[in-house]
């Protein structure tokens, strides 16, 4: 099990950029994929970015392609998801999980771990 807690996030003007941390302790974070969502008020966690627990495959929304970047160093333990281009449709509370085994999943039941999530809001 990894215990994970994000930060980095924000008030941030449109067009404007965050890179979001998500620190892990725990001596298996290595073998995590690990991903990226975002959840606004009374709708469900929504599928933002992926990498797998080598760092040698991401996947993205559509929505944030080109625009967000995903990476994750395993000797520092963190995940980290670079925001460039913001958007007022970007606001959210943004938290990171993961899951062992194989799999390549976007839906969040999928994921667990999840830390507190960082606010991010972005003004137009």
């Known amino acids: 099990q990894v215990q994970l807690v994000e930060s980095g996030g924000g008030l941030v003007q449109a067009g404007g950029s965050l890179r979001l941390s998500c620190a892990a302790s725990g001596r298996s974070f290595s073998s995590y994929t690990m991903g990226w969502f975002r959840q606004i008020p009374g709708k469900e966690r929504e599928f933002v970015a992926r990498?797998?627990?080598?760092?040698?495959?991401?996947h993205y929304a559509d929505f944030v392609k080109g625009r967000f970047t995903i990476s994750r160093d395993n000797a520092r333990n963190t995940v980290y998801l670079q925001m460039n281009s913001l958007k007022p449709e970007d606001t959210a509370v943004y938290s990171c999980?993961?899951?062992?085994?194989?799999?390549?999943?976007?839906?969040?039941?999928?994921?667990?771990?999840w830390g507190q999530g960082t606010q991010v809001t972005v003004s137009s």
């Open positions: 990498v797998s627990a080598s760092g040698g495959s991401t």
């Open positions: 999980g993961g899951y062992r085994g194989l799999g390549l999943f976007t839906t969040a039941r999928q994921y667990g771990n």
